[in-house]
Every structure is written in structure tokens, then in C-alpha cells.
Antibody
Framework: EVQLLESGGGLVQPGGSLRLSCAAS????????MNWVRQAPGKGLEWVSN????????FYADSVKGRFTISRDNSKNTLYLQMNSLRAEDTAVYYC????????????WGQGTMVTVSS | DVQMTQSPSSLSASVGDRVTITCQAS??????LNWYQHKPGKAPKLLIY???NLETGVPSRFSGSGSGRDFTFTISSLQPEDIATYYC??????????FGPGTRVDIK
């Protein structure tokens, strides 16, 4: 079964750091670009970051550029999101999502992990 | 970056009704447009990719059309299990991949 499982969420103070992980199973992880998408409380979906299957290219939303870093370990079938200088507005459920090979569509999603930035 | 608008922001319809949601891109994006269903507490679900292609396993009452800047998503006969928020998302070749603001669908 194709599956994504996020972990690493929690409560962190403003200015703090957190690293999210997304464990993939059931597919050849290195063949697919991966993404992070978030949903703040009461808000819509917001694309956060993308990384190519090889890890050679990364992209970020302007709202997180310079603070978040996406990475992957294809030997461990795991995607990461290092979040630094966290702000209250980063409070959200964070989802990892697998991208179709030939389309920028996200066909498999994890269940999400909650990040709360508060003092 | 491409911006997406969606309308309506919410709607209420009866079971069996035809429901239509529109999405407009700030510039031409060919058919690089996807539609997702999102229920509270669940992961979003891909319904339509490439503007009109039905994802495997998705009921045929869901459909999409359009190209360029204007796109339409239709539920041909609304079912109780379709209560959710629906999002369009553009993917103009490379990121950023922008989501529309969403349309909340309720049963009247």
C-alpha cells in the first residue's frame, strides 16, 4: 500500500525550530518529486515547498523562503522539512504529498502533523 | 506568480443537484489545473488532474473542464458524502504551485 506518514509536529515558541519527517512506503520514493502543503486553522491549503526526486532542485513559497529547508534521504525513503525562525502564522497542519511524474498534481497525501507556534 | 480565484466561496445544494465551481488563473496556464476534495480531519484527495482527467477510483459524477485561464469543476449529482471543501490548484510547469481559496459545499 502506498503510504506517507508525517511526524515531528508539536508546540514550539516563536523564533524556535522544528523538523518534520515524512516516511514513504509502497512506491519507489526516489522516482517522485515531493511536496509540503499546510493548512492554518480556518484557512485554505497553502503549498509550502517542493523537492525533485533526486533532491537536485528545491522550491519554496515566499512565505517560508529563507526560513524553511526541504530535503530528502532516498536511502531511508524519508522527506524532511526543517523549519527555523518560526512565527505564529506558521501554525498549521503540515501535509507531505507525493507528486505525479508528469503532472504537478499531488496524488498521495499523509494524514498531517500539527505545528503550533505559541509562547 | 500565478494567482487563483475560485467562486463561489461556499454553496448549499440538495442531494441530486448539479454543482458547479469555477476557478480562474491570473494568466494562461494551459491545462495545468487540478481539483482536490478536502474533508475536516482528513488528507486532501486528488479528484481531477490536467483540468479534465479523472483520478483513478474517483466517481464519475466528478468532472472538470477548461483551459487557458478559466476552469470548471462539476458534481453531476451531489451526494451526502460530497460535503467538503474543494480546491483548484495550478502547476504552471514549475513551482510555486498555487491553490485557490476553496469552495465549501454543504447539503441544503
Amino acid at each position: 500500500e502506498v503510504q506517507l506518514l508525517e511526524s515531528g509536529g508539536g508546540l514550539v515558541q516563536p523564533g524556535g525550530s522544528l523538523r518534520l519527517s515524512c516516511a514513504a512506503s509502497g512506491f519507489t520514493f526516489s522516482n517522485y518529486a515531493m511536496n509540503w502543503v499546510r493548512q492554518a486553522p480556518g484557512k485554505g491549503l497553502e503549498w509550502v515547498s517542493n523537492i525533485f526526486g533526486t533532491g537536485s532542485h528545491t522550491f519554496y513559497a515566499d512565505s517560508v523562503k529563507g526560513r524553511f529547508t526541504i530535503s530528502r534521504d532516498n536511502s531511508k525513503n524519508t522527506l524532511y522539512l526543517q523549519m527555523n525562525s518560526l512565527r505564529a502564522e506558521d501554525t498549521a497542519v503540515y501535509y507531505c504529498a507525493k507528486q505525479l511524474v508528469t503532472q504537478g498534481a499531488f496524488d498521495i497525501w499523509g494524514q498531517g502533523t500539527m505545528v503550533t507556534v505559541s509562547s | 506568480d500565478v494567482q487563483m480565484t475560485q467562486s463561489p466561496s461556499s454553496l448549499s445544494a440538495s442531494v441530486g443537484d448539479r454543482v458547479t465551481i469555477t476557478c480562474q488563473a491570473s494568466r494562461h496556464i494551459s491545462n495545468y489545473l487540478n481539483w482536490y476534495q478536502h474533508k475536516p480531519g482528513k488528507a486532501p484527495k486528488l479528484l481531477i488532474y490536467g483540468a479534465s482527467n479523472l483520478e483513478t477510483g474517483v466517481p464519475s459524477r466528478f468532472s472538470g473542464s477548461g483551459s487557458g485561464r478559466d476552469f470548471t469543476f462539476t458534481i453531476s449529482s451531489l451526494q451526502p458524502e460530497d460535503i467538503a471543501t474543494y480546491y483548484c490548484q495550478q502547476y504552471d510547469n514549475l513551482p510555486p504551485f498555487t491553490f485557490g481559496p476553496g469552495t465549501r459545499v454543504d447539503i441544503k
